[in-house]
């Protein structure tokens, strides 16, 4: 096992980091934790073997050996939270069968609140109560359950919330409508234009990717420092490219699959052939999603699902004659879906026959979800549509 060790001598006053610093490419969250370690007294480094996708960190003191995966969330908030918890104990479980250490899940956020933290403990004795888990906050705070791992727990700093804190995190949010519309432009070169309408290009500076993606300066560059504080943007070469592209996928889905409103529909003419689905989307200035706009692109995998459309708003009182909601005991033969992030959406849709269908890159991310088959339809996609836009397990 081919390993980078960063390791803490503990003194008799002291501690000292040495022989080197943590490596610069580390993200933050990473960096955070490994020094939190090493302040304890830890052993830190990074690993991973040839036949398995490096472990974010292994920590070791004594008898005790961690491998850990990191996650790190923007918003302090539950339901942002305990899925990335989820995926971190999972991946977590994986490596340890690997190494023979014990699995240790971590979730960085900016303030970890009282009752975060409650929440994540009642997640934690129902769900995985046999993992290690841990919460560290920017403000300072460190919060662990598992063997050995007390001392690690610090009370954190108290910090003044600004007044609009709430714009803050908003506009820091790494998956927000406009920075999932920017990455489809990042990654657009990689992709057919039949399957996302995006402008094609390499990018120098943020000014250049606000030019293609015709947004503001000040958004192209909020989304670029988030990407680099994320490890996610290698700025190395002549031209921006994205990174650590498995982990970037397996954040974006995870945002992107919140819940919307929507609405079942019964429509008086058939929905299918597909020319008349596309028919109903134009008159409803909609999208077609998920299984139907992967069939109208020619990536469909899964059949018998029923067809969405994506509205900018939902709107009952402004549907076309013939379409009317479904009444109770009706079988629906369309659903309309509110789209969470319209201007990516939309922006990003091919026009066929008049109408848009999702781009590849957003029926991914709708169907990753997906109770009906989803993870089918997104697994197709990933092995034999993306592969080489989502990289290497290990990059």
């Not at 390791?7 to 080197?20: C, K, N």
């Not at 974010?56 to 996650?71: F, I, Q, S």
């Not at 888990?133 to 009370?155: C, R």
Request: net charge neutral.
């Amino acid at each position: 096992m081919a390993k980078v060790s960063i390791m803490a001598v503990i003194g008799p006053s002291e501690t000292t980091v040495m022989p080197s610093p943590l490596p610069p490419h580390w993200p933050a969250a990473e960096r955070q934790l490994a020094e939190h370690f090493l302040r304890h007294g830890w052993h830190v480094s990074a690993a991973g073997t040839p036949a398995e996708p490096a472990a974010d960190l292994l920590a070791e003191k004594g008898p005790l050996h961690y491998v850990v995966e990191v996650k790190s969330s923007a918003e302090p908030r539950a339901d942002r939270v305990l899925p990335m918890l989820s995926q971190a104990i999972l991946q977590a479980s994986r490596h340890a069968l690997h190494t023979g250490a014990q699995p240790l899940a971590v979730v960085h956020v900016r303030q970890a609140s009282d009752g975060l933290v409650d929440k994540i403990r009642a997640f934690h004795q129902a769900y995985a109560p046999e993992t290690a888990i841990g919460v560290l906050s920017s403000a300072g705070g460190a919060w662990f359950i598992g063997e050995g791992l007390e001392e690690l727990n610090v009370a954190p700093t108290i910090e003044p919330v600004p007044s609009n804190a709430g714009t803050l995190r908003h506009a820091s949010d790494l998956f927000s409508d406009l920075n999932q519309w920017m990455l489809k432009v990042l990654l657009a070169p990689e992709i057919p234009e039949r399957l996302l309408h995006a402008p094609r290009g390499e990018y120098r500076t943020g000014g250049d990717l606000a030019a293609a993606a015709q947004v503001s300066a000040m958004s192209a560059s909020r989304l670029l420092r988030r990407l680099g504080e994320e490890g996610f943007l290698d700025t190395s070469g002549k031209t921006i490219r994205l990174v650590r592209r498995r982990e970037l996928f397996l954040r974006w889905s995870s945002a992107a699959g919140r819940s919307s409103a929507e609405m079942r529909m019964t429509s008086v003419l058939p929905i299918s052939p597909p020319k008349n689905l596309l028919r109903i989307a134009q008159h409803l200035d909609a999208c077609v999603g998920m299984f139907s706009a992967a069939d109208l692109l020619g990536v469909g995998h899964v059949s018998g699902v029923l067809p969405y459309a994506y509205v900018r708003r939902l709107a009952p009182s402004q549907l076309p004659p013939g379409l009317m909601p479904t009444q109770p005991g009706d079988r629906p033969q369309l659903i309309l879906k509110q789209a969470l992030a319209p201007e990516s959406l939309f922006r990003g849709a091919v026009r066929l026959d008049g109408a848009l269908a999702a781009d590849v890159l957003q029926i991914f991310l709708d169907t990753t979800s997906h109770p009906s088959r989803g993870r089918e339809q997104a697994e197709f996609l990933r092995n034999n549509v993306l592969a080489d836009v989502m990289g290497a397990a290990d990059e």
